[in-house]
């Protein structure tokens, strides 16, 4: 799938267009005619001969030894969505994760990924740096449901329950040193596991992201572990992914390895990719357009149904205290 039609289309503009996400299968027809190419959707010569059905591929969910006891977790009543949840099986196999596909597709490709063992190490201005096993982190941290509205800056959207705990806890958990003013996140670097890191060799692998730190110690701040009452699928960024439900959903890092304290502001990946379409702070902001697409509606998966874009995605009443501090300025995209 990575050696299509779209891939050259992709590498062009960096993103997918508008007109692909708002009509995904007759673009794909498009371009499937004008060059002989099979239909996207069909499973993937990789996907085949993995010899796994599509639907094995859709929940390629890891089973880790604490799983049986810590999924489901008990939802937190405070952070509850006004919309319906988008169906799992929709979830698990329209997402972007580049590192496996350019494709809405990354299920097909996450077999080879192996997401335990596992370590995420925390660095930088704190006084107590420390590389915490994925074992080790999930018995520290009490698990909880959040129901969370999900934006792509694509103009998509889902609601989806995530499992997992405050960013906040494990920041204070290493104990920040005053000096640390930003968080920087990297993720996983895996080519021989990764398809998408091996070929799309445009991009600078591994992916990171950076807010402040105010950000990541806002009570929204998430890590997931978990998805639909159980660990996270592979290719919804297991085995722990970053949640800014208040951003576009690529300010939120998949299978993040490190994260760091430091007094300068990090590059985001997007953002150095290109600066022109995505900004360091990505926040919703319905009245900030994309250059190539409107931000004022989104489209709901499943449904197609086109609802207006909420401010901060709909969380700007529990954001006050940033704009006392970093949003003050009005520099908010």
């Not at 080790?136 to 509205?149: D, G, I, M, Q, T």
């Not at 806890?169 to 290493?174: D, G, P, Q, T, Y």
């Not at 509606?297 to 149904?305: A, I, M, Y």
């Amino acid at each position: 799938m990575l050696n299509n039609p779209l891939r050259r289309y992709w590498n062009d503009k960096g993103v997918t267009p508008e007109l692909h996400y708002c009509n995904r299968r007759h673009f794909i027809r498009q371009l499937a005619v004008a060059s002989g190419a099979t239909i996207a959707g069909a499973p993937s010569a990789r996907h085949l001969s993995a010899g796994l059905s599509d639907r094995d591929a859709m929940y390629n969910i890891p089973l880790h030894p604490l799983s049986e006891k810590l999924y489901p977790a008990k939802q937190n009543p405070a952070y509850k969505a006004d919309r319906e949840l988008t169906p799992k099986d929709e979830v698990f196999t329209y997402n972007n994760f580049y590192e496996f596909s350019l494709e809405k597709d990354p299920h097909r490709y996450v077999e080879p990924f192996q997401p335990f063992p596992w370590e995420l190490e925390v660095t930088g201005l704190c006084g107590k740096p420390k590389k915490w096993d994925v074992d080790e982190l999930l018995k520290a941290f009490p698990l909880e449901e959040r129901v969370y509205r999900l934006r792509c800056v694509e103009a998509w959207a889902m609601t989806v329950p995530w499992t997992g705990f405050p960013l906040k806890l494990l920041i204070e958990k290493c104990q920040p040193d005053n000096k640390a003013k930003y968080v920087r996140f990297v993720s996983f670097y895996r080519p021989e596991q990764a398809v998408g890191q091996r070929e799309s060799t445009e991009y600078s692998w591994p992916y990171y992201e950076g807010v402040h730190l105010e950000e990541a110690m806002h009570p929204l701040a998430f890590v997931a572990t978990g998805l639909y009452g159980k660990q996270l699928p592979k290719q919804s960024g297991s085995p722990l992914r970053i949640v800014f439900p208040w951003k576009y959903g690529y300010k939120g890092p998949k299978s993040v390895v490190r994260i760091e304290l430091t007094d300068k502001r990090p590059q985001t990946f997007w953002n150095d990719a290109l600066s022109q379409e995505y900004g360091y702070f990505s926040n919703v902001i319905p009245e900030k357009p994309h250059p190539r697409w409107s931000q004022s509606s989104e489209r709901l998966l499943v449904t197609g149904e086109r609802v207006p874009t909420r401010l901060y995605n709909g969380y700007a009443d529990q954001l006050e205290d940033l704009h006392k501090t970093i949003y003050k300025k009005g520099d908010v995209f």
